[in-house]
């Protein structure tokens, strides 16, 4: 049965949110218009429970699934890891597995800054912005005191308050007065626990600065929790100096350019997002980080580096914010999620972050060596086709046939899937 859309074309919905999953799934069917095989689609929460699914977020009708894919190949600190990796790109995962094969023997190495999180409180209207930095740092010990009041689970942990920064903003309206509070949040993302601290403290803050206070969050600039990894590829295992010094060249034009560096960092989140997501953390917080970290001199400019060792091998690294957790959100509840930590057998967030920053490493070697080579649609194109082959109405084994076809041709195009899928069927 299909549902005529129009039957019911408010958006105002009474009471939406008080519904089941189900009950709001068939208003909005009649609202759109979907028909039978849609609704059932979407009634069909997967491996998610759909108590939870309906606990996560607000307004459930169903959920929406992503492949998760395994990348091979990565030693990571001496270890060998299995990646999940949750992505709706093709060649996201396979990129990752063709990076670490090249340096399986050697692998990467990584490290972090630390835990540590910045929560803001904005001050403003204040008569001396100068005096009232100092005031407020004078209070250092009853801001730790205050703070960790508020999280007496992450102080016994290890975490809480460490220090507190005063910084002066000039403004169109004024000077503001930014305090800044850092915390050790441990194995948490932390947006949770230092927002609550942020808050704690704003009328603190206003007190002692003598303006009023406004916004009281979270930085996504996680610059007090950078994870770092390299790596070194030898020449010869790359196809040689022409390789390598095309890769460089690659490197310096996203170095040089913001419009190559959005495309250049965006291969790296392709990578690191995936894991980001597959472990149930936050994927806009990490790419807001990441690309708020790129452009910290003022200029946006590659998260990677690439540069010639002294044995003439390519010696690669990265570093940015990676503000990920073992626990909060949805990567303690989300059992794709456990099982996505599982693979990874971490048990601390740091160790996470470092995972996270060899796999956006790799990713972008791949990507590199792919550009500074043969092009990025070849291999790109051999997986696409196979979108491409489904999107052409191509089911079961079609599939494949008609991407080969497509790849045969070298035009991965609707069209030339269309009479693919004839000749196909044809016989
Ligand atoms: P949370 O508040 O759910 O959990 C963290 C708490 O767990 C800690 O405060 C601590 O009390 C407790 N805890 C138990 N064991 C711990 C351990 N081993 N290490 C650390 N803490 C432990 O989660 P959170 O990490 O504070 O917040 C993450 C969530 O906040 C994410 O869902 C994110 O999407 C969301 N969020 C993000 C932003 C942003 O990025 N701008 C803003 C608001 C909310």
Redesign the pocket.
Known sequence: MTIAAGSNRSSRIAGFHKLSPRERLDLVAGFAGLDDAQVTHLANMGNLDPVLADKLIENVIGTMNIPVGVATNMKIDGEDVLIPMATEESSVVAAVCNAAKQNYETGFFTSVSGNLMIAQVQAVDVADPAGARIRILEKRDDIKAACDAC????VS?G?GFRDVEVRLLDTPSGTMVVTHLIVD????????????MAEKLAPAIAAWSGGRVYLR??S?LADRRLARARAVWKASDIGGEAVRDGMISAYEFAAADPYRAATHNKGIMNGISAVVLATG??T??VE?GAHAFAARSGRYTSLTTYEVDKDGNLSASIELPL?V????????VHPTARACLAILGVTT?ERLARIIAAVGLAQNFSALKALATTGIQKGHMALHAQNIAMMAGAVGEEIDRVARLLVERASVRMDVAQKALEEVRGG
Do not use: E, H, Q, S
């Open positions: 999280d007496p689970v992450l942990l975490g949040t441990r194995d948490a993302m932390g947006a949770n626990a230092v927002n609550t969050i979270l996504n953390n936050d806009r917080a807001a503000a957790g073992l626990i909060g959100g949805a990567t303690k967030a």
